[in-house]
């Protein structure tokens, strides 16, 4: 009987390992999951607000541009005079507010050159550039692709106008850019290493870029052009970059009233590395708690083992058996404790920091429990519900009145952990949807009794209830059903001057 008896207390100690460990599976695996999702969405939230500065700077220097081409064109006046000192002034006052890499031309419909500000200015005829035979061939305004200079080797972009007197074409004004421009931008975004800032053409010609590409692209059978912009004119993507090859997250905005497409991406190894950096640095604290646990409860189960051949020992082996498992419930409780203080540390919104140390400390109620009362085999109902209960009415401050009718039943140890964890679940659920904040705000709990090992959990609120059909599935969700599903039960929700959630569950083994 005696062997009988140990053999069951080690399969329980067993059951209770496997139990532990899945659930400290479920929970690590769930907050790297998490983690990585959250990283990914900083991520992609960084590089939207990176393409939105791009984009209202971008579309700045077009307005600016386009106005300070009107100005040196209205400087011409009627009668085109080369090499007129008043004009050449007015050309120069056309460009304030520009940076100070902007550079103006005025060259006449013969290539001629008859203004510009440039210093280092060496005549070459430009007429076969594209930002002066499209004006030529009839475009008001155009927005040249990346250039190299063909004076100093730099790379620029350019924007012109077409120059008419009396409905001929005379000539383009032209200012150009430094592509380097975009340099100060994307240090002041802090977007970190492997970060980078564009502008393109609607075309897919690639106008500017920092850090610089090694020459002018064409980038038109990109997937951005060829899947993302016919679908709508902003977003956010993963992709390997046509121009160097590195793997970024790329959010692009298209600039209202051009041509042009802003883009800014991040890096994904410099985010992901990061990330790692900290799940490394969380499992090497649980690796080596869960090997402990593993290892202490190793031991028990040899000294189970090794006192069914020794029944003479049988009072001694139950008080190690007693003491030991005292010790480990006690452990597990403040692992778990230094799990939630993790949690606290970590950058994850507080909704989701609370949520995950309810769930902690649900957990760590069974156990506290456990060695609190010497309920190793079983914990009774009343007093561990209450447990729970009081920890989340605490976490949430709320006032809301608490009905407890629970039969003195004992719940086993292999079912205490999921009966918590879905108790708190449905419970977290009403303090965030039921408006338990007003006067008459009122929650109650049952565990009734229905057969030897079988029992009626129900949980009522008198808030507005919710639609289960369009109602969003979350983590908690998930592990309502998760639990119910390991207390062998089904569960249900219904409505009647409140939410009611009724689970028929096992309590015994």
């Not at 050449?88 to 050159?113: F, H």
């Not at 909704?351 to 156990?367: E, G, N």
């Not at 719940?411 to 006067?439: C, G, Q």
């Amino acid at each position: 009987m005696v062997t009988k008896a140990i053999a069951g207390s080690a399969r329980a100690a067993i059951t209770f390992i496997i139990a532990t460990l899945l659930i400290y599976s479920f929970i690590v695996g769930s907050l790297v999951y998490q983690g990585f999702n959250d990283a990914e969405e900083r991520a992609e939230a960084s590089a939207t607000a990176a393409a939105k500065a791009v984009k209202i700077n971008t579309g700045w220097i077009v307005e600016v541009a386009a106005q300070a081409l009107r100005r040196m064109d209205s400087a011409l006046g009627r009668d085109v005079q080369p090499n007129d000192t008043s004009t050449l002034t007015n050309v120069r006052d056309a460009l304030e507010g520009l940076p100070a890499s902007a550079k103006a031309y005025i060259v006449a419909a013969e290539g001629q050159t008859l203004y510009t500000t440039d210093s280092n200015f060496v005549n070459i005829d430009i007429r076969d550039r594209e930002y002066f035979s499209a004006p030529a061939a009839g475009k008001p305004f155009f927005t040249s692709s990346l250039l190299i200079s063909r004076l100093d080797g730099s790379q620029i972009f350019a924007f012109s106008r077409r120059l008419e007197r009396g409905g001929v074409f005379i000539g383009v004004a032209i200012i150009s850019f430094d592509a380097a421009l975009l340099e100060d931008l994307l240090e002041s975004l802090d977007l970190g290493t492997d970060s980078t800032i564009s502008i393109l053409r609607s075309d897919g010609m690639l106008v500017a870029r920092y850090p610089q590409s090694d020459a002018p692209a064409d980038l038109s059978k990109y997937v951005l052009f060829t899947d993302l912009l016919p679908k709508a004119d902003f977003g956010v993507y993963t992709s390997n970059s046509p121009v160097d090859g590195v793997q970024r997250v790329v959010s692009y905005q298209t600039v209202p009233g051009t041509e042009l497409i802003a883009l800014a991406s991040v890096g994904t190894a410099e985010t992901v590395g990061r990330f790692w950096q900290r799940v490394w640095i969380f499992l090497a604290i649980v690796i080596p708690t869960s090997l402990a646990l593993a290892i202490c409860a190793i031991w028990i189960i040899r000294l189970l083992q090794r006192d069914g051949r020794r029944h003479e020992e049988l009072r001694t082996a139950l008080a190690t058996n007693t003491m030991l498992f005292r010790e480990i419930h006690h452990r597990v409780k403040n692992n778990l404790q230094s799990m939630q203080s993790l949690v606290r540390m970590q950058d994850l919104p507080e909704a989701i920091k609370t949520d995950i140390q309810l769930r902690f400390a649900a957990m760590s109620s069974v156990h506290e429990h456990m060695y609190n009362h010497d309920a190793f085999a079983a914990l009774d109902a009343p007093t561990f519900i209450a447990s729970i209960t009081e920890s989340l009415f605490q976490a949430y401050g709320s006032s809301a009145k608490l009905t407890l009718d629970i039969d003195p039943v004992s719940i086993s140890h292999d079912r205490a952990t999921s009966l918590a964890l879905l108790i708190n679940e449905v419970v977290t659920n009403a303090f965030k949807y039921a408006d338990l904040d007003k006067p008459d705000a009122a929650i109650s709990i049952s565990l009734k009794r229905l057969t030897q090992g079988r029992a009626r959990l129900v949980i009522a609120d008198n808030g507005p209830g919710f639609d289960i059909a369009s109602a969003r599935t979350g983590m908690g969700t998930k592990i309502i059903k998760g639990m119910v599903m390991q207390l062998g039960g089904s569960h249900t929700y219904t409505f009647d001057e409140g939410t009611v959630f009724s689970t028929e569950i096992n309590i015994d083994e």
